[in-house]
């Protein structure tokens, strides 16, 4: 429910920023993969094992979708993860409902858990170049930062 929410919300908010011109029609993109920890024992499918970090061995995971603009990233989706869900229809939808809105995407970014064939070879399709950067990346802080 809170994904399609903000699906509408942004659908509303990033058609306004293009028709007024306060936002680039070719954009970069940036696909994250994020955990949330999580405390209690209830059984939730969402609820994927994790390495104990601050007191915890159980973590929601989500995957996020942003356009990064000057060195910010501007949130545009995001879904949470059940165990062996597959990534590629994330990044497919996302890249659909920028396109429908009327983007180009003209990068994507994304955390090494989006290394796949699968994504590559539907990302080269589209015409959208990737970088998959390693921790502390100096080519994706200078794209932030350039942007």
Do not use: W
């Not at 007191?55 to 996020?64: E, I, Q, R, V």
């Not at 959208?128 to 802080?141: C, F, G």
């Amino acid at each position: 429910m809170t994904e399609t929410i903000l699906f509408e919300i942004n659908k509303m908010v990033l058609k306004e920023l293009l028709k007024y011109k306060l936002i680039p029609r070719k954009i970069k993109i940036a696909f994250d993969f994020h955990k949330q920890l999580y405390y209690r024992e209830k059984n939730n499918s969402h609820v994927i094992g994790n390495l104990a970090k601050k007191g915890t061995k159980k973590a929601f995971k989500l995957h996020t979708c942003a356009i990064v603009l000057k060195g910010y990233e501007l949130q545009i989706g995001s879904k949470m993860i059940q165990k062996g869900e597959k990534k590629e229809p994330f990044i497919q939808k996302m890249v659909e409902f920028l396109e429908f809105l009327g983007f180009v995407v003209d990068l994507s970014v994304m955390d090494k858990e989006y290394y796949n064939k699968k994504i590559f070879k539907y990302l080269e399709s589209k015409g959208i170049t990737n970088i998959v950067p390693v921790r502390d990346s100096e080519t994706l802080n200078a794209l932030k930062e350039n942007v």
